[in-house]
Every structure is written in C-alpha cells, then in structure tokens.
C-alpha cells in the first residue's frame, strides 16, 4: 500500500502568546493533566501541544477543537473517536525540549519520536538494554559525533516504531534491529517479533530542527510519503472565537 502520512512540527516556546488561551480548547482532565507538571513551563508547552493536536485533528474532522474525542488504547496510545461510517484518522505525537511533533494519517497507524541531540551519561548501558546485537556493533564501529548521531538514530527510529505498533515500551526494544550506519537506508533490518515483521513497517527519518533527531514509523505501508511543515497553534489560539 502506498501511504502519506503529514507532519506538523511545533516549536512550542515561539508559540507562547498563545498558551494562555491553549486552556480554552482542552477538556477539564486535559486541563488538570497540565496542572500537574511541576515547572509551569512545561505545562504550558504540553497544553500547548495538546491544543495543537486538537485544532489539527478538528481541520480535518470538520468539527470544533473541543469535540474532538481522544481515547486511549490498551497500552496508553491516543487514538481518536471518529463519527460512524467514518474512515479512521491515525495519529502520533512526541515531544522533547521546546519541540513538539505531530503525525497525521488516513492509511495507517503511525508513531513519531522527537529527541534533542545531547550527550548522554551511560549511553553504554542504555545501548546495552535497548539495542539489538547487530545495532551493538554497528555502534562499536562509530566514535564521537558519528556515535552520538547513531545513537539518536536508533533511540528514534526504534521508539517511533514501537509507538507506530501501540504497544510503546511494553515491547523488547532489543528484538529488532534498524539500520543506524551513516549512509544506509533507513528501514527495519530484522524482527524477532511477531507484530514486526521487518516488512511491514515503513521507516523515515525527519527533518524537524537543528539539534534534534526525529523518526516516523507507519505499519502495513510499503511507499510511504511524508510532508513535514511548520505550525503555530499560539496564532490561531489568539484568534478571537468567531
Ligand atoms: C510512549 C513512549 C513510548 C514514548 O515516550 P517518550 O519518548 O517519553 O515521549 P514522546 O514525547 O515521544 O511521546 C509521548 C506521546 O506518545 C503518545 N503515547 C503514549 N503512549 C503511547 C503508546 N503506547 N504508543 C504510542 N504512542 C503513545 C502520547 O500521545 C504521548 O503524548 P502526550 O504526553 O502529549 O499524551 C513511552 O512508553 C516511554 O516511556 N518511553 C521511554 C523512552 C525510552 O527510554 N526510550 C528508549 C530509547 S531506544
């Protein structure tokens, strides 16, 4: 199946002037969900980021920001209730630092993983539970800037791919192998997993901002188109109510 999946990318502290007005179009739990962060930056960005993907899912559901209906799936991934007779909407969303990412898609589930580029203490150990033993020594091989661009290579593309799949981190990350070698193609090497066989999972690398890795994983598509643009949910949350 050929897919498309489009990608909207947040930065969410440009976004700021609108994070006042971000509570109108969250429900009561959404709003307490924000309450609970203890830095109050954060929960705005999160309130941030939860209204955008409101505003996004409502455009293409032709209804308002607030009727929009998210639940959640056995393994916490948000999906949302679309009107009977209805196709399925997909979508993913992953946040790190100021940046939020969201993915939207007709065709098939989607995951997203957004990560900042930094140094990481006991990256070993983290490489050790997370990685396969092909992605181990395809590791060995790098040093310095290369290693850590690997790194986030895999952190991302795994995680996207486990979100794609639902089931987050109740899967073992180290039972399946993506490519992570500067120049390969990115795809899922190899599974030993029954909800992944290596190919039903289409795999690419986005583009998002400086400093940052990001991933996108679609399940049961075999040509995958992406368009990533910008959005600012502050702007279009500063609009007064028509
Ligand atoms: C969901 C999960 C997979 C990703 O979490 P994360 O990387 O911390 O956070 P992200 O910002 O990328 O994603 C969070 C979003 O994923 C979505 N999500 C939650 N559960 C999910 C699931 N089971 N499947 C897919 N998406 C899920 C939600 O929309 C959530 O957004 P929200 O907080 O606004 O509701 C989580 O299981 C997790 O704990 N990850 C830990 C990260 C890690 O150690 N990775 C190892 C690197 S290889």
């Not at 396969?132 to 290369?146: P, Q, V, Y």
């Not at 190899?190 to 400093?211: I, T, V």
């Not at 075999?222 to 643009?229: F, I, T």
Request: aromatic content about 4%; proline content about 5%.
């Amino acid at each position: 199946m050929s897919a498309r999946a489009d990608v909207w990318v947040i930065d969410l502290d440009r976004s700021m002037s609108g994070a006042a007005r971000a509570d109108a179009v969250l429900t009561p739990e959404e709003r307490a969900r924000a309450g609970r962060f203890r830095r109050r930056d954060d929960a705005l960005r999160w309130s941030l980021s939860r209204a955008a993907l409101r505003l996004t899912l409502a455009d293409r559901l032709g209804v308002a920001p607030q009727a929009v209906v998210l639940e959640h799936g056995s393994h916490g991934k948000p999906r949302v209730r679309v009107g009977t007779g209805m196709p399925p909407l997909f979508f993913n969303v992953s946040h790190s630092g100021g940046l939020a990412v969201l993915c939207l898609s007709a065709d098939a589930p989607v995951g997203v993983d957004v990560e900042a580029v930094r140094s990481i203490d006991g990256l070993d150990a983290i490489v050790g539970r997370v990685g396969s033993a092909s992605e181990r020594s395809a590791l060995r091989t790098l040093a310095g800037a290369a290693r850590m661009r690997a790194f986030f290579a895999l952190w991302t593309r795994k995680e996207a791919v486990v979100k794609a799949l639902g089931k987050g981190l109740h899967l073992p990350l180290e039972r399946f192998s993506v490519a992570l070698l500067p120049g390969e193609p990115v795809r899922v090497l190899a599974s030993e997993l029954d909800e992944l066989p290596p190919q039903s999972c289409c795999l690419r690398d986005l583009q998002l901002a400086d400093g940052y890795a990001g991933a996108l994983a679609m399940i049961g598509a075999s040509d995958l188109s992406v368009r990533v643009r910008g959005f600012d949910p502050g702007r279009i949350l500063e609009l007064p109510a028509s």
